[in-house]
């Protein structure tokens, strides 16, 4: 069983390269609406977007850095750290609360040794909460490694599990 560790992984991450970062903000920094872009394409470039950027992403945008975090935090697909090689996200809305996704998730985190929004010690496994999968009619519903699987019952969660263990 994976052990837990705060939100970083103990994995090799992307290396931070300023200059790489600067090309890929310089080229949306003109666009309208190219903050997101550009928050796109650091998350590809270094698999999270780096603390190092946001001074880098302000000049370019004219913003406070402060108002960039606060664009990069709001969307849960911009991460603070890399994500282990699986992602699993457990649904936490309404319909899927009602048909078990607390017990799901509770079970998920006692199985995997982590809690929501961190990462195995290992870098295997990334653990997220996600609101609303739009997949309400099959509740409780997850996402693993972008696939989603509805019904997930504890026994489909272990089911799914293996297939990805180490």
Known sequence: ?????????????????????????DLHATRKGGLMEALHGLQHAFGYIPA???DLLA??????????????????D???APAGQHIIQICQAESCQARGSR???QHAEEMLGITLGQTSHDGHFTLQAVYCLGNCAVSPN??????????????RFDMLFKKVAP
């Open 1 to 25: 069983m994976p052990q837990m560790t705060s939100d970083k992984p103990h994995m090799e991450e992307a290396i931070w390269d300023g200059k790489e970062a600067r090309e890929i903000i």
């Open 59 to 76: 000049n370019a945008f004219n913003l406070s850095r402060a108002e960039v975090y606060g664009v990069k935090s709001f969307y849960h």
């Open 142 to 155: 997850i996402t693993l490694d972008g696939k989603a699987h509805g019904r997930v019952s504890e026994d």
């Open 78 to 80: 911009f991460t603070s």
């Open 52 to 54: 190092e950027s946001y």
């Open 103 to 105: 017990a799901l998730t």
